[in-house]
């Protein structure tokens, strides 16, 4: 395989995908702390809403990156099997 061939449409998407999913990731964890001091003033249940969103909030959102890692490069992968399986003689 040449070295100075483009890397496939399937790696591009991949590294696309891990892209946006970390910068979402970043912006979680960065909002949820760099907020915190405004949104303390807010109370749930007489917890400070800064609580509820670095304790809760941000675990959700961390499973919710986590899932849709998993679905979407499940679907990547079926995409690029089929088309390798296609190619083959």
């Keep these: 395989m ?6 496939s ?4 998407r991949t590294r696309r ?3 946006w999913l970390l910068l979402l990731w970043l912006l979680t964890t960065f909002c949820a702390t760099f907020f915190a ?3 303390a003033g807010l109370n749930l249940f007489g917890w400070p809403l800064s609580f509820y ?3 809760q909030g941000g675990c959700l959102v961390y499973l ?11 679907r990547l992968d079926r995409q690029w ?9």
């Design 2 to 7: 040449d070295e100075h061939a483009p890397p």
């Design 9 to 12: 449409a399937h790696w591009q």
């Design 17 to 19: 995908l891990s892209g």
């Design 37 to 39: 001091r405004e949104l």
């Design 53 to 55: 969103l670095a304790a």
């Design 64 to 74: 919710a990156i986590l899932g849709i890692y998993a679905w979407r490069m499940r």
């Design 81 to 89: 099997r089929r088309q390798h399986d296609q190619e083959r003689p």
